[in-house]
């Protein structure tokens, strides 16, 4: 018995030269068991496996006189396709031949197998072929798919050529990719599935999460979710209806995934504190002029209805006046850099001095009211108090949110980390129920306490720059220079950091 080598079909090079082999003799194992036995033996190597699907699938093409059933073959076929443990070559191998089913009705039910399984592939070579075998065919319905699997940090492929982005243009010729996201988070496309599942809704944020890497700044979601786009949003969708309310009556676009959930939580009709909170923030931001709301971020809209109360003349200010006050506040106060663990240091500074064309209005906003709740006797007490049980904790960093008190002045109220997010005495993880606490805050904190002098850490890690990616926050990191003081680092979303000073117990 011979056995004739797999290739695949699409051309697919990288994909070709990993299954494509010579002609190897069979072992006296193969001859003794059929081939679909073979595919399914995990002791075979992988391109004898690889081999013998191809086999089976030809003895099973109807009408088959090898005894094979095409159900039977087609069912065993997308187990393996299904199961990671399986390796890749042979998985290609199966998932070629469903592919290429003659039979279309077979066809479209491997077709459907594909929408579901590209989403969470992690072999990267199984997305390439169904990128590539649904641009070459034109499988449009396979877009909210690729979307998906787009979605997901591939932080060794470069954006311009990763394979969902190639796959998307040959799909939609002369669009804008983030065009074709925008349209795919407005209609997923996605059958919500089971209950409670609501596979629709994981299609709309992935959808909304690569919008953050291929529209950063939120001016084309902006121009999209203007009254003169050319979309028809429906009516009856409430996510959309916040973000459009967002937009006209906030001047913000939701950056990412996790900015639409605290979007979906300050919108919630069930809250009436958000929903009070959201009608005094509106007029407070229905005064800004065009100039103060480039760059405004959900993060900015607590400050400017806390200055509209208690500091009218900031929200009345320019970003060169707000600038002008903040450098004069922080005019001869020590500054302490990072020493060590972090390399953004080197292509960017904590000086603020240095970094005015870095900072937006929003920014400048948002640290003066900081500023101004580092003077406050009562929240210092209560971060020192906090800094005796963060120390003595080994498992964890601790931290919380600062926000404002039923008087509008400012509380700093703590959130240790779950037992399970303990991972160590030098990184903080936020508990959901920080997150669930904060939607009105000004910014998240954690401390960097683990010795009274501990200034070579004066500021954030990396994975606290990412952090406040993730969550669009802005946060504050205290760092313990002694027993007495703390330096006050301020980082944002877009990962510039700006020393703040010293706080004195």
């Not at 990412?466 to 877009?494: H, K």
Request: proline share 5%.
């Amino acid at each position: 018995m011979s056995s004739r080598p797999f290739s695949l079909r699409i051309g697919y090079a990288a994909i070709a030269m990993l299954l494509l082999s010579a002609v190897c003799a069979c072992s006296s194992s193969d001859t003794d068991n059929d081939s679909l036995t073979r595919v399914r033996d995990p002791k075979l190597s992988p391109q004898r496996r690889a081999e013998a699907a191809v086999e089976a699938w030809a003895e099973s093409e109807p009408p088959s006189s090898s005894g094979l059933e095409r159900e039977a073959v087609r069912k065993s076929f997308k187990d393996l396709a299904w199961s990671t443990n399986v390796p890749g070559q042979v998985r290609l191998a199966v998932i070629d031949q469903l592919m290429n089913e003659s039979d279309a009705a077979g066809l479209e039910d491997s077709r459907a197998m594909a929408r579901l399984l590209l989403p969470n592939e992690q072999n990267r070579a199984v997305v390439a072929y169904l990128c590539n075998i649904s641009a070459e065919r034109g499988w449009t319905d396979m877009t909210p798919a690729i979307i998906r699997q787009w979605s997901t940090d591939q932080p060794e492929e470069p954006e311009a050529t990763r394979v969902e982005r190639l796959a998307i243009q040959r799909l939609h010729p002369g669009v804008d990719p983030a065009r074709v996201a925008f349209d795919v988070f407005v209609n997923p496309q996605t059958d919500p599935g089971p209950y409670k599942l609501r596979w629709d809704l994981r299609t709309r944020a992935a959808a909304w999460d690569l919008l953050a890497r291929l529209d950063v700044d939120g001016s084309l979601r902006a121009s999209l979710l203007s009254p003169q786009s050319d979309i028809a949003f429906p009516t009856d969708d409430r996510t959309l209806n916040d973000i459009r309310a967002c937009y006209a009556e906030m001047h913000v676009v939701p950056r990412n995934g996790e900015e639409l959930r605290w979007l979906d939580s300050l919108r919630d009709p069930k809250n009436k504190a958000n929903a009070s909170w959201w009608t005094a923030t509106r007029g407070a931001v229905s005064v800004l002029r065009d100039d103060q709301t480039v760059g405004l971020r959900l993060l900015h809209l607590e400050h400017v209805r806390w200055a509209s109360v208690n500091r009218p003349e900031w929200v009345r200010a320019t970003r060169e006046e707000l600038y002008s006050e903040a450098r004069s506040r922080m005019q001869g106060r020590e500054i302490h850099e990072r020493a060590v663990g972090v390399d953004y240091t080197k292509q960017t500074t904590e000086r603020l001095d240095r970094q005015e064309g870095t900072l937006c209005w929003g920014d400048l906003l948002a640290m003066l009211v900081l500023d101004e709740a580092a003077k406050e006797g009562a929240l210092r007490q209560a971060l020192f108090s906090q800094i005796a049980m963060d120390r003595a904790d080994t498992t964890t960093e601790y931290g919380g949110m600062v926000s404002a008190s039923a008087s509008d002045g400012f509380l700093v109220t703590m959130y240790p980390p779950r037992p399970s997010n303990r991972l160590g005495d030098r990184k903080f993880v936020a508990s959901d129920d920080l997150i669930a606490a904060s939607d009105r805050a000004f910014a998240h904190y954690h401390f960097h306490v683990q010795k009274s002098q501990n200034r070579e850490y004066a500021g954030p890690s990396e994975g606290d720059l990412d952090y406040a990616a993730r969550l669009g926050r802005m946060c504050i990191v205290l760092t313990s220079l002694n027993d007495e003081t703390l330096n006050i680092d301020a980082y944002f979303p877009g990962g510039y950091v700006v020393d703040m000073g010293q706080l004195s117990r």
